[in-house]
Nanobody, 128 residues
Framework: QVQLVESGGGSVQAGGSLRLSCVVS????????VAWFRQTPGGEREAVAG????????YFPDSAKGRFAISEDIPKNTVYLQIDNVNPEDTATYYC?????????????????????WGQGTQVTVSS
């Protein structure tokens, strides 16, 4: 059973930066899609970055390119999300999600329903 634990959320002023962490435990770390989603109250979960663990494959929606970066520390089984130049529209609960190993393709990395495992979420609040 894969478990995901996010950390690093909090309050930040507009223009600042934030790094979120997601520790992936249970099973083999490599060869699975791990993605960061965010959700506002009443809104749908929106993918902001993805990675195929243990490889160089990273994925971003057009809306997130430039300010979002995703990386991993393989020995620590941790995936990071870096958000630069934050703005109030980035305020949301951020979730880390993982698919089963070797499941999925790059074409559906952003589909929330294709992820089997979810973390509890970490709140990010950006003040202007």
């Amino acid at each position: 059973q894969v478990q995901l634990v996010e950390s690093g959320g909090g309050s930040v002023q507009a223009g600042g930066s934030l790094r979120l962490s997601c520790v992936v435990s249970g099973g083999t770390y490599a060869n699975k899609y791990v993605a960061w989603f965010r959700q506002t109250p009443g809104g749908e979960r929106e993918a902001v970055a993805g990675i195929f663990t243990g490889s160089l494959g990273t994925y971003f929606p057009d809306s997130a390119k430039g300010r979002f970066a995703i990386s991993e520390d393989i020995p620590k089984n941790t995936v990071y999300l870096q958000i630069d130049n934050v703005n109030p529209e980035d305020t949301a609960t951020y979730y880390c999600a993982a698919k089963r190993p070797n499941v999925g393709t790059p074409s559906n990395w952003a589909r929330a329903s294709s992820y089997s495992y979810w973390g509890q979420g970490t709140q990010v609040t950006v003040s202007s």
